[in-house]
Structure formats: structure tokens, C-alpha cells
């Protein structure tokens, strides 16, 4: 008969394709994780993995077999977390991955008071891009990421928290701040400070802006952060603009949100969601989350119907 263990087992050497590591993690030696993995494979009558290559990869079939015990895995989990529900009991580990552009903003608004709250959630954040956050929730690594949505994978549920606006944030003698009002198409050809490659508030960017070469070329250099925060440093002493989230403004003196600017029609919105994988079993923690962070926002941003919820993802 299979057992859950041997289950686990395979899972944690698909993760880390080394038959060590995952009786490291799984917290067996070696030799007992190998003897439970042999007889699973001789019970079945099958190769899970091919054990001649490094690192060592699943078979086909042995791809099929994982992602059946993943499901088998999550299932069992749901088993528990139902009493657990049933009880009123408020306890567990919550991973939680977030994104770059978020985490600064968000993170200090609701996290410290969701473990005061619910002192027996044992959290754990991880500020991680997009897609590596889909990847660790596919494979069990994340519970729930803190994402810009829409996403559209049908392995992952989207439950939109919160809209918050994307901002200019120019220099203090931008042109534009002269302006009565700002308009999209103000900023087509302008000198636009940029994220790097892999982050979803530059895809947003560029699908709302488009991108010009024209534009680049009036900045002093070619750069593109990791960070919002620098960018906005870097807008303030060589000049142009840069795009900013709206929870940015929490933290901004008042002379500093005299730099900032808003749409004044079709104000672009990004759509922030919870997401996890379909299978994820602690729907309790999940609420209480959402529920947490609605709380901490501004009641504005909880209505999508005041601006334009721009897409990233190609």
C-alpha cells in the first residue's frame, strides 16, 4: 500500500532533484528515503525518476505519479484543516511570498497586526518576483502570494483584495507638474524611469504607456532598479518621471506628494489579489488574511469601478 510518507517523499525529490537534499528536508536519511522510494516503485511497477541523470528528473509517468500526490498531499491537509475549522481553531504556518513593488507599502500596514491577532499563525514573508511566486505556489514552497492581478493560470485561485492607482512621481521642475492636468498620453514620449525586466509594475508601464526609445534617450543614463524607492531617489536628482503605486503616498512627507500627480480620466488601477494554488487546504488562514489587509487599506481602494484595472501579464 502507498503511503502518505512515501508521497512526501517523491515530492520533495521532484523540488530538489537530489535524493540528499530531500531526506534532509524531509528530515530522514538518505538510505531510508531511497528504500521507501524503491519500494514505492516496486509496488507500482514503474521508474519515478531516472536516477542516471543529474540532477535526477521524473519520468513520464513519474510526472504524472507527482502530480497526483501533490493533489493526494493537499487533500489529506484538508482533512485536518476542517476539524481545525470546526473547532474555531486560528493556528498553522502561513508562507507568504509578496512582490517587490508591494511589500514596502504594504507589509508595515497589516503584518504586524495579523500576528498580534492570531498569535498561534506561524508566519513566514518572502519578497519574491511574479513569477517565481507562481512557481513555489505550483510546488508547495508558498501558501499564499500578495500579487498583481489578473494572472490567468487556471492552477491558481485570484481573490482581488484591494485597487490601488499608479501615480507620476516627477521631478519638482518636470514640466508636467505644471500642468493643470495629466493626461496618458502626456506621458507616451516621456523620460520614464523604469523597473527591471521581471517585474509586473513594468509590464503595467509599458502596456500603459507603450515604450520609448525616444523617451530613454533624454535620460542622463540607462538604468532600471529593482526598487521603486530608487527610482523615485533617482528622479528627484537627475530628473524625468517615474510611475508610482498609490500606497507609496503613506509614506511621503507632504512635500514630497506635491511631486506626485494623478490621471484625471481613466485613471489606471492595479488590481491586488491573494493567490494560491486550487488545492491549497487552509481556507481559514486565507480569509482571515484578506480579510486583514481590506482592513488596513484606505476604504477607497476597495471599489474597482474608479479607474481602469491595467493588465501585465503578455
Not at 495629466?182 to 509594475?201: N, P, Q, R
Amino acid at each position: 500500500m502507498i503511503t502518505l510518507t512515501q508521497l512526501e517523499y517523491i515530492v520533495a525529490i521532484d523540488e530538489y532533484r537530489h535524493f540528499a537534499t530531500a531526506a534532509e528536508k524531509c528530515f530522514v536519511t538518505q538510505p531510508t528515503l531511497s528504500m521507501q522510494i524503491k519500494k514505492m516503485e516496486d509496488e507500482l511497477g514503474v521508474i519515478i525518476f531516472d536516477r542516471s541523470r543529474q540532477p535526477v528528473v521524473p519520468t513520464d509517468i513519474g510526472v504524472k505519479l507527482i502530480e497526483q500526490a501533490r493533489l493526494t498531499l493537499a487533500s489529506s491537509e484538508r482533512i485536518k484543516e476542517i476539524i481545525k475549522e470546526e473547532r474555531q481553531d486560528v493556528e498553522g504556518d502561513l508562507r507568504i511570498g509578496i512582490i517587490p513593488t508591494l511589500a514596502p507599502y504594504l507589509l508595515p500596514l497589516f503584518i504586524g497586526q495579523y500576528t498580534r491577532k492570531y498569535p498561534r499563525i506561524k508566519v513566514e514573508v518572502e519578497e519574491i518576483v511574479s513569477e517565481e511566486i507562481i512557481r513555489r505556489l505550483k510546488h508547495d514552497l508558498l501558501d499564499v502570494g500578495l500579487f498583481v492581478t489578473p494572472y490567468g493560470d487556471d492552477k491558481i485561485v485570484e481573490r482581488p483584495v484591494f485597487y490601488e492607482e499608479m501615480l507620476v512621481y516627477a521631478h519638482p521642475d518636470h514640466s508636467l507638474l505644471k500642468q493643470k492636468e495629466v493626461y496618458l498620453k502626456d506621458i507616451e514620449s516621456a523620460e520614464i524611469w523604469m523597473l527591471g525586466t521581471g517585474h509586473c509594475f513594468r509590464n503595467q508601464v509599458v502596456n500603459l504607456c507603450g515604450f520609448s526609445e525616444d523617451g530613454q534617450k533624454k535620460l542622463p543614463f540607462r538604468f532600471e532598479s529593482s526598487s521603486l524607492e530608487t527610482l523615485m531617489r533617482i528622479v528627484e536628482v537627475e530628473g524625468g518621471l517615474t510611475l508610482i503605486p498609490e500606497l507609496a503616498l503613506q509614506y511621503m512627507s507632504e512635500k514630497k506628494k506635491l511631486q506626485v500627480r494623478s490621471f484625471v480620466s481613466e485613471k489606471p488601477l492595479r488590481e491586488i489579489s491573494v493567490i494560491y494554488s486550487r488545492h491549497y487546504a487552509k481556507q481559514r488562514l486565507i480569509n482571515l488574511l484578506c480579510d486583514e489587509i481590506s482592513r488596513c487599506v484606505p476604504s477607497k481602494m476597495l471599489n474597482s469601478n474608479r479607474g481602469m484595472i491595467v493588465e501585465w501579464k503578455n
